[in-house]
């Protein structure tokens, strides 16, 4: 996850057609029209106010305590699905929290409420992207492909991902663009974490590709040995 920025084929001919592109073109449109968009509510003291207590669900400790209860139930009652389910958002949240952390650091994006609600990049802001976005879609994205089979589970996770992410916009904390860079990441993310670690001997989505002649490095009776999984 982390080196993919940095190998040549992230950017073959297709997934540049099937993902960069479109991504490029919405964020570009989103900042062009942050504006315009955050002029369409209301902005009263109850939206800001209610708007924000919606979305301390999607903070990180929030989401924290619901995998992480996920994991100690399955865990106390011998479910390996559940495990796998809470502990995989728990990696899933990690990253969110690291990767929007460091691009925080380089865009300094002021938020609505700061100076004058300019939106400005490089003004020792952090509002770019939203934090609370990546996180809620990283964490629903693990537990929808845990559970597709349950189909109201993936129906609530991203609507209560959806509700929050919206909900940083009307608490006047994020702008539109913020949100939906911090929701895509957060679904990549989600989904990069359930493809590489998911075991396929678990009910979920299914897998293709991963885990097929994977190299594995150890250490053998005469030494370093390296295997191949199948």
Do not use: C
Request: glycine share 10%; aromatic share 12%.
């Amino acid at each position: 996850m982390w080196s993919s920025p940095f190998r040549r084929s992230s950017y073959d001919s297709k997934s540049v057609k099937k993902y960069i592109i479109p991504f490029a073109l919405i964020s570009v449109a989103l900042l062009a029209t942050d504006h315009k968009t955050a002029d369409y509510l209301p902005n009263t003291t109850d939206q800001t106010l209610w708007s924000s207590r919606v979305s301390k669900m999607g903070a990180w400790y929030s989401l924290a305590g619901v995998s992480g209860s996920t994991y100690l139930v399955g865990k106390l009652a011998g479910d390996n699905h559940a495990k796998e389910a809470g502990l995989l958002a728990l990696e899933a949240l990690g990253h969110a929290q690291v990767f929007v952390f460091a691009i925080k650091q380089v865009s300094n994006r002021q938020r609505p409420y700061q100076n004058d609600g300019t939106g400005s990049f490089w003004k020792g802001g952090n509002s770019f992207p939203s934090g609370h976005a990546a996180s809620s879609f990283a964490v629903a994205t693990i537990f929808a492909r845990e559970y597709r089979d349950h189909i109201a589970v993936p129906i609530v996770a991203y609507s209560l991902a959806t509700a929050i992410s919206i909900s940083r916009i009307g608490a006047q904390r994020h702008w539109m663009s913020d949100i939906f860079v911090g929701g895509s990441m957060g679904f990549l993310i989600g989904r990069y974490t359930y493809r590489q670690n998911h075991d396929r001997s678990l009910p979920g989505a299914k897998v293709s590709g991963i885990g097929k002649l994977m190299p594995q490095v150890g250490l053998g009776p005469a030494g370093p040995a390296l295997s191949w999984a199948f």
